[in-house]
């Protein structure tokens, strides 16, 4: 079982690292120590038994809250990290009094779609070519999917 805990900017380096090892564009430190300075950030760590194998980073603004991102350390997943992460941030969420949240996913990231879909969230709507193409990858579409805080 993952301990789950808050962090800030000083964690920006760690939070690097992660996102590398998960994301075919990855994020910088220096972005990461701009985003978690920001109001209304959330950011949840997933520790394992040397170091973080996953976060989740949320922007609140009024009611609603987006996912930023969510990422699990590749040999580190199906073991339940990424669903205690959207968990315990939606613990943090109907703390502060957030009614609904959502997200953008590739509309080709099967996997993710998946975890999203087994957590309550549907598709309520599409942004063609939201991800830019790069020089190993054709543009592609967002899914936006959406959810209550609070599941029935
Ligand atoms: C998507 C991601 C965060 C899932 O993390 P995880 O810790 O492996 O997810 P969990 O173990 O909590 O999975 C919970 C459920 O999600 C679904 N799921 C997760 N990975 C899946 C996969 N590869 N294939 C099919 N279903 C999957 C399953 O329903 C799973 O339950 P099960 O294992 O009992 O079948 C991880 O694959 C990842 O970091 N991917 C790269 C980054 C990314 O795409 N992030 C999302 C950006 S929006």
Do not use: K
Request: glycine residues 6%; charged residues 20%.
């Amino acid at each position: 079982m993952n301990r789950i805990a808050r962090f800030g900017p000083e964690q920006a380096g760690v939070l690097a690292i992660l996102h590398g090892h998960c994301f075919a564009s990855p994020w910088q430190a220096s972005e990461f120590e701009i985003l978690l300075r920001q109001p209304g950030i959330m950011a949840l760590m997933a520790e394992g038994s040397e170091c973080p194998v996953g976060f989740i980073l949320i922007r609140a603004v009024a009611d609603e809250a987006e996912i930023l991102t969510l990422a699990v350390e590749p040999e580190h997943r199906r073991q339940g990290v990424a669903s205690r992460l959207l968990e315990a941030a939606s613990t943090h969420l109907q703390a502060g009094s957030i009614a609904r949240w959502f997200l953008e996913v590739a509309a080709d990231n099967a996997e993710a779609r998946a975890l999203y879909a087994r957590h309550g969230f549907t598709v309520c709507g599409t942004r063609p070519n939201y991800y830019a193409s790069s020089p190993t990858r054709a543009a592609a579409d967002a899914v936006v999917m959406m959810r209550p805080v609070a599941l029935l």
